[in-house]
């Protein structure tokens, strides 16, 4: 179990994993998480642009800013 009171050992825990990526614009991202900083800026490989559910493209690998995020979540 990770300690809730450490948010990036939560992140840390997620490495190499696939998670989805809400932002606040309303996009949702999908991919496997690669790195992150202590601005929760972070690179997903393997990305996928999702709107409704349905795949709206792919989009490989991609750096999305942490100030553009609202959740990041592992993908069950």
Same mark, same amino acid.
């Given at each position: 179990?990770?300690?809730?009171?450490?948010? @990036? %050992?939560?992140?840390? *825990?997620?490495? &190499?994993?696939?998670?989805?990526?809400? !932002?606040?614009?309303?996009?949702?991202?999908?991919?496997?998480?690669?790195?992150?900083?202590i601005?929760?800026?972070?690179? @997903? %490989?393997?990305?996928? *642009?999702?709107? &409704?559910?349905?795949?709206?493209?792919? !989009?490989g690998?991609?750096?999305?800013?942490?100030?553009?995020?609202?959740?990041?979540?592992?993908?069950?």
């Open positions: 179990m990770v300690d809730a009171s450490r948010p @990036l %050992d939560a992140l840390n *825990e997620s490495r &190499n994993k696939r998670v989805v990526v809400e !932002l606040k614009n309303g996009k949702q991202l999908i991919g496997n998480l690669k790195a992150f900083d601005h929760i800026n972070i690179v @997903l %490989d393997n990305a996928e *642009e999702r709107e &409704n559910g349905e795949l709206k493209r792919k !989009l690998q991609v750096f999305i800013r942490g100030d553009t995020i609202i959740i990041i979540s592992p993908q069950a």
